[in-house]
């Protein structure tokens, strides 16, 4: 209910009302919201007021536009934290969400002198290039490209690809993966990330390159991936330095 004698700005209450909607499932994600006409009318408040809120709550992410369509509800971002190492499936599992893959391609290539630095092995050697989208309860999370050297994981096929390659690593050849290095930066998707990412072209995503590392410090891998933005996002505790 909206208070007009509260010193608390009318928008900011209606904010909170969709908010509570939201959290009350009165409101599901990708459902299209009450008009700003409906609001103004149910509320009698201006269109303005609702318009403001609204976009507030566009530009911090519980809400989405669709040009022509409408005001929608968006998904709950998946947070992960920066700290620690861990795999998309364990990371899933651990919210509560099914993981899933859906292998693009599987195949071995020569390391170009990029790839073979970051592996430590010659420019030119065999390694295997997997390409798949990572899915949480069938929607895709993010687009990737993983390269890998052939000998820390022989027997490595498509069917296995499809379930967590570092369960596979660990559980087959008795390595410990340690250690990981994260790079990210924003863009916006490109024509086959956006397909693949089932997101409009121009959408805003994050770039990741991860090199994680075994307990031996050899490189295991290298993986480049695409991450929604409107999906997901990264969060790290500091402390201030001495």
Known sequence: MIQKNSPLPIYYQLEEAIKEAIQNHELEPGEMTPSEREYTEKYEISRMTVRQAISNLVNEGYLYRQRGKGTFVAHKKIEQ????LTSFSEDMRS????????????TEVNADHDLAAKLEVEAGTPIFELKRVRLAD???MAYEMLYISKDLALGLTKEIAVTSIYSYVETTFGLKIQHGRQVIEASIAQKKEAEMLEIAEGAPVLLIERISTLDTKKPLEVVRSVYRADRYKFTMNMERLS
Not at 81 to 84: D, I, R, T
């Open 81 to 84: 934290p920066l700290q620690g």
């Open 95 to 106: 919210r509560g969400l099914e993981p899933s893959t859906r292998v693009i391609s599987f």
């Open 138 to 140: 069938q929607q895709p």
